[in-house]
Nanobody
Framework: VQLQASGGGLVQPGGSLRLSCAASGSISINVMGWYRQAPGKQRELVAL???????NYPDFVKGRVTISRDNAKNTVYLQMNSLNAEDTAVYYCYAEGTIWQLWGQGTQVTVSS
């Protein structure tokens, strides 16, 4: 099973991006989500969503980020709005089953004018 992320890129301050991450293979995924890591900083949580649709956001993204998922497609989405320079980072897709965790390869998001 692999996680394939897409949708990163360069966006101007105040702009929006939508990231997608699809899990290949037939697998039951409990939690999907996104983390990010900026240069020189630790990886941090951006958003998580359970199979039932419960979500978890840290305070610094609340109101700007929406996570959603399509269980039939084993795909998770991250809609990011009002982006600023501090959101520049590599964004990693994450998936969790009963006894396993999986990380995607990361997609770069750069917020710059």
């Amino acid at each position: 099973v692999q996680l394939q992320a897409s949708g990163g890129g360069l966006v101007q301050p105040g702009g929006s991006l939508r990231l997608s991450c699809a899990a290949s293979g037939s697998i039951s995924i409990n939690v999907m989500g996104w983390y990010r890591q900026a240069p020189g900083k630790q990886r941090e949580l951006v958003a998580l969503i359970t199979r039932g649709g419960s979500t978890n956001y840290p305070d610094f993204v609340k109101g700007r980020v929406t996570i959603s998922r399509d269980n039939a497609k084993n795909t998770v989405y991250l809609q990011m709005n009002s982006l600023n320079a501090e959101d520049t980072a590599v964004y990693y897709c994450y998936a969790e089953g009963t006894i396993w965790q999986l990380w995607g390869q990361g997609t770069q998001v750069t917020v710059s004018s």
